[in-house]
């Protein structure tokens, strides 16, 4: 299967967040397995033609939100590395792409699925690579542990995320979500952190 991928024009760009959003809603109201393409297309206003020519299959969604997510923290990259810590770095990370957003329980816990299963086809290719920066620059100022490679720290952190919001997601463990996110930091930097 192709990348999950941003549309070549202004016009398509719009109207791809148009369906996404039109998803969204009906993922939350309705539940994911609930929703059908029919129901995205006529809540978007497109076609199903439209649909097919952005996303392959509904679980092509589920993608989107991870590589717009995953494309904000690219995108805000230089602005982390500039004189925060490690700490503060992934909280505002977390603030800006998972905080305070309304996400489905079901809706989550499958995007993490779908993105395990299918991270291959995001436009940005292992996403733990985008915390390796921030990684390298704490370990050089003595806040991270050395011992271990940034790409291993970061695989760590990324994967201790991914972990939190899928048993969240599955409906194991905290019921709330921020709750949950918490705990998984807190857990990160104690097993990070430089002793």
């Known amino acids: 299967m192709p990348a999950i991928g941003a549309p070549r024009s202004p016009r398509g760009a719009r109207t791809r967040q ?3 959003e039109a998803a969204n ?12 393409v029919d129901a995205i297309v006529h809540a978007a206003g497109v076609s199903k033609g439209t649909f097919y020519l952005h996303f392959e299959r509904k679980e092509d969604l589920l993608l989107e939100y991870a ?3 995953l494309q904000h923290i690219h995108d805000t990259l230089p602005d982390l ?3 925060k810590s490690f ?14 957003k309304s996400w489905d329980r079901e809706v989550t816990g499958l995007a993490i699925l779908e993105l395990r299963a299918n991270a291959d086809r ?7 690579k985008l915390l390796e920066p921030l990684i390298e620059l704490a370990q050089a100022r003595g806040e991270l542990r ?11 952190v990324m994967r201790a995320l991914f972990g939190a919001l899928a048993d969240w997601g599955r409906g194991l463990g905290e019921e709330n ?8 930091v807190t857990l990160i930097l104690d097993a990070i952190r430089r002793r």
């Open 81 to 83: 590395l500039a004189g």
């Open 25 to 36: 809603q009906l993922f939350i109201e309705q539940g994911f397995h609930a929703t059908t």
């Open 67 to 69: 590589a717009v997510r």
């Open 122 to 128: 995001l436009p940005i290719a292992n996403p733990h």
């Open 177 to 184: 979500r921020e709750k949950a996110l918490d705990c998984a």
């Open 18 to 20: 148009r369906i996404r």
């Open 146 to 156: 050395t011992d271990l490679s940034a790409e291993a720290l970061a695989l760590f």
């Open 87 to 100: 700490a503060e770095a992934l909280n505002q990370i977390l603030d800006q792409v998972v905080r305070g």
